[in-house]
Every structure is written in structure tokens, then in C-alpha cells.
């Protein structure tokens, strides 16, 4: 079981951690800083720092998988082709420095924070998500239709608010008894460990609050300059929404 140290805070860069597994799905961690696909969002880059400082590639970042292909708690590093030689000098036991390629993840953040602002615009429930450095994407089930400058400037005046972020948690049964905070058709919150973690965006207003496993920015105007660049009807009851970026400078890494 790998521990995953970007859910509580999604802005560690990097962590000191130990190589649990090579397996042919990739490396395996003890704990780690790297999000691995799901809910929609990609898994992360970057880099695993060998002791003896070569430098290995990582390419993407899933959930393990066990014989029968269900998924397990370990976080799997999938190394970049052309790894051979790094991973070559890597045994399970070893001590690296995982880290993690910042300013593709923040991106992420900002668009995965951003499709929650929309949930806030949109109050329809979510068939589909896909949120990637370069766009995210949510599918919203309805018929009536989306106006994208409306929603531009929805996003722009929830960003200028500078609501605050927070993570929670609530039981099985609280969410049970609140089966409205579930606004995703195709995500269904984990359940099984008895308690689910939440995002609450807003202070005195809420803007949104539901079960989420994804990494998010700590205030909505962090997310910058972000607008709808295509409402698309992909079928008669869902309504696509698309994200991209203003252009704008990248803020740095934190230290
Ligand atoms: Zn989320």
C-alpha cells in the first residue's frame, strides 16, 4: 500500500520514499507525491532521483492492479520509454527522491479546481470528466443549452472571488443521507474505508461541496485565467463543456 501524500497536500513537489516493487507495470512506492490517474484526471510526470543520482523518467501514474485487474492501494510510476538503463540500477529496498513535474500538475489543479466552479454554474448531474494539462473537459446530463461567454465570465467573476478550499470527510452514512452531494453520473465516491474525502469551496457562501480524490489549487484565484472555449451537444441529453487557458505567464514551483 503506497501512502498518498497529495491528498492532503496537494502542493509537496517531491518526497523522500522507498521502492517497494518493480513490477512490469511500473515501480512501486512506499509513499509518494505522485496523483495517479483517476477521477478523471491524468496521472502525473516526472522524475524518481536514485541515490546515485541517475535520474529516472516517469511517464505517467496509475492504481495498481492485481491478478484479476481490480484495482489495489499501491501507486504505480510508469517509466518513460527509454528507461532501461536507470531502472537497471534500481532494486526494491532502494531510497529515492520521487518528484513530481510541478508545473504540469498545477495546471492540472487549476483545471480540475476550475470543473468544480462549473458544477457550481451548471446544477446538472456529470456523465463524463476529463481533466488534462492541456484542457478539461466535463459532460453535463441535459438538454437545455450552455452559453460559453456566460460561463466564461461565470468562471472569471468565482476566480476573482478568491474563494477559499478546503478537504473533509464524511462517513458512509452522512453521504448516504446526502445523496445530492454525489453530483457525478460516472465517478462514484470510494467507499469502504468508512469515510470519504470532500472538497468544500466557499467561506460564507457555498460554491460547491462533493465527494472528490483529485488535487485542487487552495483558492479559486489561483486557477487564473481559464475559459470555455467550446460547449459541444454530444448527444441529446449531454451537453460537453471544454476548458483551456488564456495565454498567461506559469506562476513558479513552490519551495
Ligand atoms: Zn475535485
Not at 223 to 230: L, R
Amino acid at each position: 500500500m503506497t501512502q498518498d501524500l497529495f491528498r492532503q497536500d496537494a502542493y509537496l513537489t517531491q518526497c523522500a520514499a522507498s521502492v517497494t516493487a518493480i513490477t512490469e507495470q511500473g515501480i512501486v512506492l512506499d509513499r509518494t507525491v505522485f496523483y495517479p490517474l483517476g477521477g478523471g484526471q491524468a496521472g502525473d510526470s516526472g522524475t524518481l532521483v536514485l541515490a546515485d543520482g541517475t535520474v529516472l523518467a516517469i511517464a505517467d501514474t496509475r492504481k495498481g492492479k492485481d491478478a484479476e485487474g481490480h484495482a489495489t492501494a499501491d501507486i504505480v510510476h510508469v517509466p518513460a520509454p527509454g528507461q532501461e538503463e536507470a531502472l537497471a540500477r534500481l532494486k526494491t529496498g532502494d531510497t529515492v527522491t520521487a518528484r513530481i513535474d510541478w508545473q504540469r500538475r498545477h495546471r492540472l489543479m487549476r483545471f480540475h479546481t476550475a470543473t468544480h466552479l462549473l458544477c457550481h454554474l451548471v446544477p446538472q448531474l456529470v456523465n463524463g470528466c476529463s481533466i488534462t494539462p492541456d484542457y478539461a473537459r466535463l459532460d453535463f446530463n441535459m438538454t437545455d443549452p450552455l452559453d460559453k461567454d456566460t460561463l466564461t465570465a461565470g468562471i472569471a467573476r468565482l476566480v476573482a472571488a478568491a474563494h477559499p478550499l478546503t478537504v473533509g470527510e464524511i462517513t458512509d452514512a452522512e453521504l448516504d443521507a446526502n445523496p445530492a452531494l454525489v453530483k457525478s453520473m460516472s465517478v462514484q465516491p470510494p467507499r469502504g474505508s468508512g469515510r470519504i474525502r470532500t472538497i468544500h469551496i466557499g467561506s460564507e457562501a457555498l460554491i460547491d461541496l462533493q465527494p472528490c480524490g483529485g488535487t485542487h489549487v487552495a483558492n479559486t484565484v489561483e486557477i487564473g485565467a481559464v475559459v470555455v472555449t467550446k460547449i459541444e451537444k454530444k448527444s441529446a441529453t449531454t451537453r460537453r463543456v471544454v476548458l483551456g487557458f488564456a495565454p498567461v505567464a506559469e506562476p513558479a514551483a513552490p519551495q
